[in-house]
C-alpha cells in the first residue's frame, strides 16, 4: 500500500500561482511513477502532468504545459506541482497519483494509488 497526502491548495488570482506537494508513505517511493491529475465540477479527471521514477522523464498536458512543472524528491517521498500562470479554467480538485507500471499514465485506469486531492481556486 501506498498513502498518498496531498496540500498546498488554496485561493488565487488568475496570473498568480501555487505549489502543490503530495507526500507518499507505505511501500518505496522511488518504485512509482508518480502523476498528477485535477477534476472540476461535472467534469471527468483529467491528467495534467506526470514524472519518471527518478525524475528525468516528465509528460504534461498540452492546457499546461510551459505553466506547470512536476518534479519530486525521493529521499523526501514527495511529489510537487509548481502552478504558474494560473486561470480560471485551472480551477479543480487536484490529487495526485503513483502507478507501479512502466507504460501509459496518461489515465486514471493505469495508477494504483490516490491521494484524498487538494481544491484549487483561481479568481478571476
Known amino acids: 500500500q501506498v498513502q498518498l497526502v496531498e496540500s498546498g491548495g488554496g485561493l488565487v488570482q488568475a496570473g498568480g500561482s501555487l505549489r502543490l506537494s503530495c507526500a507518499a508513505s507505505g511501500r518505496t517511493f522511488r518504485n512509482y511513477r508518480m502523476g498528477w491529475f485535477r477534476q472540476a465540477p461535472g467534469k471527468a479527471r483529467e491528467f495534467v502532468a506526470l514524472i519518471s521514477w527518478g525524475g528525468g522523464i516528465k509528460s504534461y498536458a498540452d492546457s499546461v504545459k510551459g505553466r506547470f512543472t512536476i518534479s519530486r524528491d525521493n529521499a523526501k517521498n514527495t511529489v510537487y506541482l509548481q502552478m504558474n500562470s494560473l486561470n480560471a479554467e485551472d480551477t479543480a480538485v487536484y490529487y495526485c497519483?503513483?502507478?507501479?507500471?512502466?507504460?501509459?499514465?496518461?489515465?486514471?485506469?493505469?495508477?494504483?494509488?490516490w491521494g484524498q486531492g487538494t481544491q484549487v481556486t483561481v479568481s478571476s
Open positions: 497519483a503513483a502507478t507501479a507500471t512502466s507504460y501509459g499514465g496518461s489515465y486514471p485506469d493505469d495508477y494504483d494509488y
